[in-house]
Nanobody
Framework: QVQVVESGGGLVQAGGSLRLSCAAS????????MGWYRQAPGKQRELVAT???????NYADSVKGRFTISRDNAKNTVYLQMTSLKPEDTAVYYC??????????????WGQGTQVTVSS
Protein backbone atom coordinates (compact mmCIF):
# COMPACT_ATOMS: atom_id res chain seq x y z
CA GLN A 1 0.00 0.00 0.00
CA VAL A 2 1.88 3.00 -1.35
CA GLN A 3 0.54 6.40 -2.23
CA VAL A 4 2.30 8.75 -4.61
CA VAL A 5 1.37 12.41 -4.85
CA GLU A 6 2.82 15.00 -7.22
CA SER A 7 2.66 18.74 -6.80
CA GLY A 8 4.19 21.88 -8.21
CA GLY A 9 2.76 22.01 -11.69
CA GLY A 10 1.36 25.15 -13.18
CA LEU A 11 1.48 27.68 -15.96
CA VAL A 12 4.76 29.32 -16.84
CA GLN A 13 6.13 31.34 -19.73
CA ALA A 14 8.80 29.94 -22.00
CA GLY A 15 12.18 30.26 -20.37
CA GLY A 16 10.73 30.06 -16.90
CA SER A 17 11.18 27.50 -14.17
CA LEU A 18 9.11 25.15 -12.06
CA ARG A 19 9.91 22.62 -9.40
CA LEU A 20 7.85 19.48 -9.15
CA SER A 21 7.68 17.38 -6.02
CA CYS A 22 6.60 13.80 -5.54
CA ALA A 23 6.11 12.22 -2.15
CA ALA A 24 5.67 8.51 -1.63
CA SER A 25 4.06 7.25 1.53
CA UNK A 26 2.63 4.10 3.02
CA UNK A 27 4.10 0.64 3.34
CA UNK A 28 7.48 1.28 1.78
CA UNK A 29 10.15 -1.23 2.73
CA UNK A 30 12.49 -0.88 -0.22
CA UNK A 31 12.10 2.18 -2.38
CA UNK A 32 14.20 1.80 -5.47
CA UNK A 33 14.33 4.05 -8.50
CA MET A 34 12.04 7.05 -8.63
CA GLY A 35 11.32 8.88 -11.81
CA TRP A 36 9.36 11.40 -13.75
CA TYR A 37 7.44 10.71 -16.92
CA ARG A 38 5.27 12.99 -18.98
CA GLN A 39 2.45 12.69 -21.44
CA ALA A 40 1.37 15.37 -23.86
CA PRO A 41 -2.02 15.33 -25.59
CA GLY A 42 -2.05 12.80 -28.39
CA LYS A 43 1.32 11.38 -27.43
CA GLN A 44 2.53 8.39 -25.47
CA ARG A 45 3.96 8.69 -22.00
CA GLU A 46 7.71 9.20 -22.13
CA LEU A 47 10.60 9.11 -19.73
CA VAL A 48 11.83 12.44 -18.42
CA ALA A 49 14.30 11.50 -15.72
CA THR A 50 15.03 8.80 -13.17
CA UNK A 51 17.18 8.67 -10.07
CA UNK A 52 18.40 5.68 -8.11
CA UNK A 53 18.41 5.41 -4.36
CA UNK A 54 22.12 6.16 -4.54
CA UNK A 55 21.56 9.38 -6.43
CA UNK A 56 22.49 8.34 -9.96
CA UNK A 57 20.38 10.29 -12.42
CA ASN A 58 19.35 9.59 -15.98
CA TYR A 59 17.70 12.07 -18.32
CA ALA A 60 15.94 12.07 -21.63
CA ASP A 61 17.97 13.84 -24.28
CA SER A 62 15.26 16.45 -24.66
CA VAL A 63 15.70 17.72 -21.11
CA LYS A 64 19.41 17.26 -20.49
CA GLY A 65 20.99 20.45 -19.25
CA ARG A 66 17.65 21.97 -18.36
CA PHE A 67 16.07 19.64 -15.81
CA THR A 68 17.57 18.32 -12.61
CA ILE A 69 16.18 15.39 -10.67
CA SER A 70 16.98 14.90 -7.01
CA ARG A 71 15.63 12.98 -4.06
CA ASP A 72 15.43 13.04 -0.31
CA ASN A 73 15.51 9.44 0.83
CA ALA A 74 14.58 10.33 4.38
CA LYS A 75 11.36 11.87 3.12
CA ASN A 76 10.75 9.41 0.27
CA THR A 77 10.47 12.39 -1.99
CA VAL A 78 11.77 13.09 -5.47
CA TYR A 79 12.01 16.49 -7.10
CA LEU A 80 12.28 17.74 -10.64
CA GLN A 81 13.74 21.20 -11.06
CA MET A 82 12.81 22.42 -14.50
CA THR A 83 14.50 25.44 -16.01
CA SER A 84 14.55 27.02 -19.45
CA LEU A 85 11.13 25.57 -20.07
CA LYS A 86 9.88 25.28 -23.61
CA PRO A 87 6.36 24.95 -24.99
CA GLU A 88 7.31 21.42 -25.98
CA ASP A 89 7.59 20.60 -22.28
CA THR A 90 3.86 21.06 -21.86
CA ALA A 91 2.41 17.81 -20.56
CA VAL A 92 1.02 16.04 -17.57
CA TYR A 93 3.96 14.95 -15.46
CA TYR A 94 3.70 11.69 -13.57
CA CYS A 95 5.84 10.39 -10.75
CA UNK A 96 6.88 6.75 -10.54
CA UNK A 97 7.96 5.18 -7.29
CA UNK A 98 9.43 1.72 -7.75
CA UNK A 99 9.21 -0.55 -4.74
CA UNK A 100 11.16 -3.78 -4.62
CA UNK A 101 9.18 -6.90 -3.81
CA UNK A 102 12.06 -9.34 -4.14
CA UNK A 103 15.53 -9.70 -5.57
CA UNK A 104 14.25 -9.63 -9.14
CA UNK A 105 10.79 -8.18 -8.83
CA UNK A 106 9.29 -4.79 -8.20
CA UNK A 107 6.10 -2.79 -8.46
CA UNK A 108 5.66 0.71 -9.81
CA UNK A 109 3.34 3.10 -8.04
CA TRP A 110 2.19 6.11 -10.00
CA GLY A 111 0.90 9.45 -8.94
CA GLN A 112 -2.15 11.16 -10.36
CA GLY A 113 -0.09 13.57 -12.42
CA THR A 114 0.43 17.31 -12.34
CA GLN A 115 -0.13 19.60 -15.30
CA VAL A 116 2.74 21.69 -16.61
CA THR A 117 1.85 24.25 -19.24
CA VAL A 118 4.50 26.38 -20.91
CA SER A 119 3.26 29.31 -22.94
CA SER A 120 5.15 30.81 -25.85
Amino acid sequence: QVQVVESGGGLVQAGGSLRLSCAASGSIFRLNVMGWYRQAPGKQRELVATITSGGTANYADSVKGRFTISRDNAKNTVYLQMTSLKPEDTAVYYCDARVDSGWYSHYDYWGQGTQVTVSS
